[in-house]
């Protein structure tokens, strides 16, 4: 599904990803973890086509195309999500007016009929209960005055209405309690099929108690210095990056 | 792709194009005898003449209000422009097919049929193009109920004693520059009366066109709502695309009497001029109306999109107790262009109140002000005001200013004032395109949002005339 090789990316010309390489298949859960700066963020907001980024090397294969040439709606259309980490608020959008028209681009793209405001009601009711959210936040502006959780579940219930093939979870788990944390990752477990894959973002092992990996992968100073498999989180979780950050020196200097 | 938000191209401007058509126009200029002329061409009682003498003999004394506005613009050559300017044909006009059938296509092809086969629903239009109007749809209908919609001019000739009653009463000629001018020469315009009880069953329109490249446009309006009557009227207005400026200077007056309300929406998209600020219509209005009274309420909604200036302010004075005043703004500049609008709310009865939601959006190289007056009265007891005030700001080479004047003179009234200015943040706009939305309807969809407490107070029709319109003029503002 998606096959990135050596991807160099910058931002104010200072370099962020040095060369990363990794393969995701649908149906998988891969984890990118890493002490904080390590380029995490950058390499899920240069999948999604964030314009603040440059790519200065290397190339992204999505679907059989060259990702980086499409615009971010059109990543977006082609199936591309990202979970954003800090949730842009859009006042007097509501809700559900934002993710209908979201749901009807898709639509449109696949050439399938729109669907009109009742239609996607019923749709959008049913998703909601998939993050427990209540449908009083529908008629809500865009995250305004949302707490941080709930704008996290506000995040994963666009998910579930877009029902992207690739999705891209930036952090989800920061700041959520241990209740937000469950309900966000039962969501996201629910969404797991076959043909769909996630690549989850995270600081932490916590979330992956719940999000189940099957490839963890560390970032560090805009490289994967160490991928494997589940275990791998346990084992940062035990020695901290501090194990990785000398290991990663020992190699650098060698 | 471009990380900054900086300016492209405008999209072209679709009303731009000019009709062919024979002209019956004055000289150019301004005299006691070209008021002479007019007022004889128009088969004016005497009486019209003496107001617009008197106006133009004080207009002649004062002076354009040049300093106080956030504007520039070159000097203006009052002598060199024509005040009167009218498609030749017949006379008089019995029926749509005696109208100049270029005429007819130039509205049809602007989406306001005027053939009564072809009748927007629910809306009777007056079709006011350059001097005159051409055409009033289903005046017949409304007469049986005994509202009167017609032309000035026919208002004039047909109910001399209403329009004497009540022109000039809310905008004295004397009022301002413009205001004066207008007094002096105005062609036409609409006259509207909803009698006592009557509540108008449809949408009153006027809708607007500026062709000849020579003349200004100085039209009039004026609406009376008796007792308890209730009208809802709309304005829009397109000009062609020429390189030179053309002067627009209207006066509406408004007059609500006990219970009565009036609601009043504009959709201005007078040409703007091109991206470098040639052309484009100066557009000095002077729009006011007057909760005479008690209960009564007037609501002003405009959405200005075009012009290359706009000065403007359409207020309320409210006499009645209990009377409440109302204006629901958005305001767009674009390019070079520049606007200094706002309101005037003047508290005199007790117990008045009044909304101003205000809402300027600014692009390119453009300058928007928002300007407005609340003032209440030592005997405005309990008057109530509540101001928001919202910019935002599409790039970094536009301004917008705010200049809110709040003068309340007692003690048991109470005057708020809100004001933010934003931006479109690339995070916006990068959120919504990671949604799967274009960036013109990324940002089509954040203007619209900003935009929505004005929205809601217009008519359906008008207001996703009005949606699709912001879009339009904002395509290609971001990049």
């Known amino acids: ?254 | 792709m471009s990380t900054n938000i900086e300016l492209l191209a405008n999209r072209e401007y679709k009303y731009g194009f000019v009709t062919e058509i024979e002209y019956e126009d004055f000289p150019r200029g301004l005299n006691e005898e070209i008021i002479r002329l007019l007022s004889e061409r128009k088969g004016e009682p005497d009486w019209m003449l003496e107001f617009r003498l008197k106006a133009y003999r004080h207009w002649v004394t004062m002076r354009e209000p040049r300093h106080w506005p956030n504007i520039t613009y070159p000097e203006i050559d009052f002598q060199s422009i024509v005040y009167y300017s009218a498609p030749k044909q017949r006379p008089k006009k019995k029926s749509l097919d005696e109208v100049d059938p270029e005429l007819l296509r130039t509205f049809e092809k602007l989406g306001i049929p005027l053939h009564e086969q072809k009748l927007l629903a629910g809306v009777a239009v007056d079709a006011v193009f350059d001097s005159v109007s051409v055409a009033t749809t289903y005046k017949e209908k409304l007469k049986k109920m005994g509202i009167i919609f017609c032309s000035m001019s026919e208002a004039i000739r047909e109910y001399p004693d209403l329009v004497r009653k009540y022109l000039g009463s809310v905008v004295p000629p004397n009022d301002n520059f413009y205001a004066a001018l207008n007094s002096a020469v105005f062609s036409d315009g609409s006259f509207c009366y909803i009698p006592k009880g009557v509540r108008c069953p449809m949408e009153l329109s006027t809708y607007f066109r500026i062709n000849n490249a020579e003349s200004g446009q100085f039209e009039r309006t004026l609406i009376v709502a008796e007792e308890g009557a209730y009208v809802s009227y709309l304005e829009g207005c397109t000009a062609p695309m020429y390189d030179r400026n053309q002067l627009h200077a209207a006066v509406v007056e408004l007059v609500a009497l006990d219970d009565a309300e009036i609601k009043y929406s504009t959709v201005q998209n007078w040409y703007a001029g091109d991206e470098e600020g040639r052309g484009g219509i100066y557009n000095f209005v002077t729009k006011r109306g007057k909760c005479l009274g008690r209960n009564s309420k007037i609501s002003w909604t405009q959405v200005e999109t075009g012009s290359a200036i706009t000065w403007k302010y359409p207020s309320v004075i409210l006499m009645g107790d209990n009377s409440i005043g109302e204006f629901y703004s958005v305001a767009l500049t674009n390019h070079r262009q520049q606007a200094d609008t706002g309101t005037k709310m003047i508290h005199i009865g007790r117990n008045t109140r009044s909304t101003i939601v205000s809402k300027g959006i600014a692009a390119g190289k453009s300058s928007n002000s928002y300007r407005g007056l609340v003032k209440i009265l030592p005997k405005a007891e309990n008057a109530r005001n509540f101001t928001q005030c919202d910019s935002m700001l599409i790039g970094s080479e536009c301004s917008a200013n705010t200049f809110p004047y709040i003068e309340v003179m007692n003690n048991s009234s109470r005057a708020e004032h809100e004001a933010t200015t934003s931006r479109i943040s690339e995070e916006q706009l990068f959120y919504l395109q990671q949604r799967g939305l274009s960036q013109e309807d990324a940002v089509s969809l954040i203007i619209n949002g900003f935009c929505k407490e004005v929205f809601r107070e217009l008519p359906m029709e008008f207001a996703v005339e009005a949606q699709r319109l912001l879009g339009i003029k904002l395509e290609g503002s971001v990049g």
């Open chain 1, 1 to 254: 599904m998606l096959e990135i090789r050596n991807l160099h990316a910058t931002i104010d010309d200072q370099e962020i990803l040095r060369g990363i390489d990794l393969k995701v298949s649908a149906g998988e859960v891969h984890a990118i973890m890493g002490p904080n700066g390590s380029g995490k963020s950058t390499l899920a907001k240069v999948l999604a086509g964030h314009p603040a980024y440059e790519v200065t090397e290397g190339e992204i294969i999505y679907e059989g195309k060259n990702l980086l040439e499409m615009d971010p709606d059109e990543r977006a259309r082609e199936g591309v999500f990202m979970a954003f980490q800090y949730p842009v608020e859009v006042p007097g959008v509501s809700n559900a007016q934002l993710l209908r028209l979201a749901y009807n681009e898709k639509r449109k793209h696949q050439g399938l009929e729109e669907l009109d405001p009742l239609e996607f009601k019923e749709l959008l009711a049913e998703r909601a209960k998939l993050v427990d959210m209540d449908l009083s936040f529908m008629s809500r502006s865009v995250n305004e005055g949302f707490s941080g959780g709930e704008k996290k579940r506000n995040e994963i219930l666009q998910m579930a209405v877009l029902e992207p093939k690739l999705a891209i979870l930036d952090e989800t788990d920061s700041g959520l309690d241990i209740d937000a944390l469950r309900i966000v990752a039962d969501g996201v477990n629910k969404l797991r099929r076959p043909d769909n894959a996630i690549i989850l973002v995270t600081h932490y092992q916590r979330i992956l108690n719940y999000i189940i990996p099957d490839y963890v992968h560390v970032l560090y100073r805009g490289r994967i210095v160490r991928s494997g498999g589940k275990e791998l989180a346990l084992e940062l979780e035990e020695k901290g990056y501090d194990w990785i950050k000398s290991e990663a020196g020992v190699t650098a200097s060698a």
